[in-house]
């Protein structure tokens, strides 16, 4: 056996040595430490030891890593929300909503990271169908209506979330609200007043914003 045939060998005992699992994990550890740039393929190998095509076995490229990560996200979610599947429609979606928001949280930039990723266990795809069963069945929604109401409550999410981790993730004077009051002086008190309604805690606004969503929703459904 060449040298060539037993690095293969080699590299391949040690790619099955390492799980998809550890693999995720040190992803999300490296997402944590350096945000989405610092994520690759080549970084993440390094945090558990060994050199990138190691990882070739369960992980082809970036995108294949972040399909992943956000695949064990949305498990995370679907555990959170196990035994749920009573609720009615619009208590499901303020539910799923918030689990939603606080997983992205969990993670430096989580909302960018993980939003439009393929989920690639369908055991987590199958997780929806009590939802759904139940929102078409017991409350007569058409299946075309949930899942618009479950794609546009997600959409929410991310962008919110996606805003509310860029601020609180830049350097304090990036979104500095006296910058912005003395860059518009005192000819635009309204646009002023508006910028400060946008400081303090997200919580509450994503909360409002939220109701105002699902109004819009009911609006269609029960309407």
């Known amino acids: 056996m060449g040298r060539s045939s037993l690095n293969i060998v080699k590299l391949s005992s040690v790619a099955k040595g390492i799980t998809k699992a550890a693999i995720v994990q040190a992803a999300l550890d490296r997402l944590d430490e350096a945000g989405i740039e610092g994520v690759t393929v080549r970084a993440v190998a390094e945090r558990l030891g060994v050199r990138a095509p190691a990882l ?3 992980i082809r490229d970036k995108q294949t890593l972040l399909d992943e990560m956000g695949t064990e996200i949305e498990r995370r979610v679907v555990t959170r929300l ?11 979606l303020t539910t799923y909503a918030n689990v939603l928001r606080a997983e ?3 993670h430096r930039d989580g909302a960018r990271a993980f939003s439009g990723t393929r989920i690639t266990d369908p055991e987590i795809l199958k997780a929806q ?5 139940s929102w078409t069945e017991a409350s007569g929604i058409p299946i075309e209506m949930v899942a618009t109401a479950g794609e546009l409550v997600t959409a929410f999410v991310v962008g919110f979330v996606i805003e509310e981790q860029e601020r609180a993730q830049s350097g304090p004077d990036r979104y500095s609200i006296e910058a912005r009051d003395a ?3 005192d000819d635009a008190p309204a646009t002023a007043a508006a910028g400060h309604a946008r400081v303090g805690d997200a919580g509450p606004r994503f909360a409002l914003q939220l109701e105002i969503v699902l ?3 009911a609006a269609r459904i029960e309407g």
């Open 56 to 58: 070739y076995w369960h």
């Open 82 to 92: 196990r035994g749920r599947g009573d609720l009615g429609w619009r208590e499901g």
């Open 104 to 106: 992205y949280l969990a």
């Open 129 to 133: 169908e009590p939802w759904i069963r």
């Open 183 to 185: 860059a518009l002086g």
């Open 215 to 217: 109004d819009g929703l």
